[in-house]
T-cell receptor
Framework: SQQGEEDPQALSIQEGENATMNCSYK?????LQWYRQNSGRGLVHLIL?????REKHSGRLRVTLDTSKKSSSLLITASRAADTASYFC????????????FGSGTRLQVQP | DAGITQSPRHKVTETGTPVTLRCHQT?????MYWYRQDPGHGLRLIHY???????DKGEVSDGYSVSRSKTEDFLLTLESATSSQTSVYFC?????????????????FGQGTRLTVV
């Protein structure tokens, strides 16, 4: 089963609005990462948050992590049509295996 | 794309035939990974490598084997392709030279290989 599950599965908003995506996971983690995938392309890293961090910012991105609830959220502020993509959370579990486990993703559509 | 090349980019093959996908990196990263992506499942780890000739299984390794004889190349082989292996396959790398640990490093992905087994 997936370590990370994103919610919602799909999100449609207007340009200029904020988009929030949530991720839940099951086991203890070392860090959590968010990736973006444009249609037909590979994944691109957006931001990494360590297990001892609670919030992180990068440009229009804000990520929060609540390890007690095993959840994270990705906020994209002032969205643009170019933000249209699928967004995935990925966790590096605290088990010694150095491989990311991905959720099923959120498809974001930003209407111009 | 961080110096990662997957080949071929597209392939159609028949059930029962062996297929090898290649991932080549020019970044000298220590870790290399093979994932498959299917609708509704996100990316699932098939196998990964943490050095030359050092590999380990992922969550969906049945029917797949890998080899890494050089730092830059990681091969994924479908021993006898089945229709359930129709998917998009992604290679990824992480841990650049000089990084003390792969714990807090990002992964870089190739463009993917679309494989269809008929």
């Amino acid at each position: 089963s997936q370590q990370g599950e994103e919610d919602p599965q799909a999100l449609s908003i207007q340009e200029g609005e904020n988009a929030t995506m949530n991720c839940s996971y099951k086991t203890s983690i070392n860090n959590l990462q968010w990736y973006r995938q444009n249609s037909g392309r590979g994944l691109v890293h957006l931001i990494l948050i360590r297990s001892n961090e609670r919030e992180k910012h990068s440009g229009r991105l804000r990520v929060t992590l609540d390890t007690s609830k095993k959840s994270s959220s990705l906020l994209i502020t002032a969205s643009r049509a170019a933000d249209t993509a699928s967004y995935f959370c990925a966790t590096l579990m605290d088990t010694g295996r150095r491989a990311l486990t991905f959720g099923s993703g959120t498809r974001l559509q930003v209407q111009p | 794309d961080a110096g990662i090349t997957q080949s071929p980019r597209h392939k159609v093959t028949e059930t029962g035939t062996p297929v090898t996908l290649r991932c080549h990196q020019t970044e000298n990263h220590r870790y290399m990974y093979w994932y498959r992506q299917d609708p509704g499942h996100g990316l699932r780890l098939i196998h990964y490598s943490y050095g030359v000739k050092d590999t380990d299984k992922g969550e969906v390794s049945d029917g797949y084997s890998v080899s890494r004889s050089k730092t830059e190349d990681f091969l994924l082989t479908l021993e006898s392709a089945t229709s359930s292996q129709t998917s998009v396959y992604f290679c990824a790398i992480s841990e650049s030279p000089g990084t003390a640990t792969a714990l807090n490093t990002e992964a870089f992905f190739g463009q993917g290989t679309r494989l269809t087994v008929v």
